[in-house]
């Protein structure tokens, strides 16, 4: 990559640069454009290389693939529509099945659906099993939360198989 003034060169403002525009060593207006080019093609705004490590490298950081939940709530017998029913917050099918999937979620929204999750066994639970059910946190359901152990045992074993054979 770079830098040159040359009339085929499309002209990005320098706020989007990683020229500093509020260094006045480096910049002496906010006039000053930024020329950028990749062989003899020039470069779009959104492939300037400002932007290229957010669009490339973010995707798949974010992705952690199939996520201890998915597993659960089959076990349990949930959809995901089970799970935004039984919630009492603003939980909705597309962050359930983001969550399913292992697309990265906030520490809010893991919360959310973790509580959606207890809530929905809650309530297929009789008041005998209630008294022995296990809450699962949310770095039980999450690989990239903190706190995330893999091997885990269930302690709700028991009550998966006894809701399996009734």
């Not at 989007?16 to 930024?34: G, I, S």
């Not at 400002?50 to 490298?57: A, E, G, I, L």
Request: aromatic share 10%.
């Amino acid at each position: 990559m770079s830098l040159s003034t040359t009339a085929q060169k499309i002209a990005i403002p320098a706020m989007f640069c990683a020229v500093n525009p509020f260094n006045t060593a480096q910049l002496p207006t906010l006039q000053h454009l930024c020329f950028a080019e990749l062989g003899d093609f020039p470069i779009g705004l959104f492939n300037h290389p400002c932007y290229t490590k957010r669009v490339d490298d973010t995707t798949s950081e974010r992705d952690h693939g199939v996520q201890p939940l998915d597993q659960l709530m089959t076990e349990w017998g949930l959809s995901n529509h089970g799970l935004v029913e039984a919630s009492h917050e603003q939980l909705n099918h597309k962050q359930v099945q983001k969550a399913r999937k292992g697309r990265q979620l906030t520490l809010h929204i893991m919360q959310k659906v973790m509580r959606g999750l207890n809530i929905a066994i809650w309530n297929q639970l009789s008041k005998e099993q209630k008294e022995t059910y296990f809450e699962y946190p949310h770095h039980w359901l999450f690989t990239y939360a903190k706190g995330y152990q893999s091997g885990r045992v269930d302690p709700n074993e028991a009550l998966k198989e006894s809701l399996r054979q009734s």
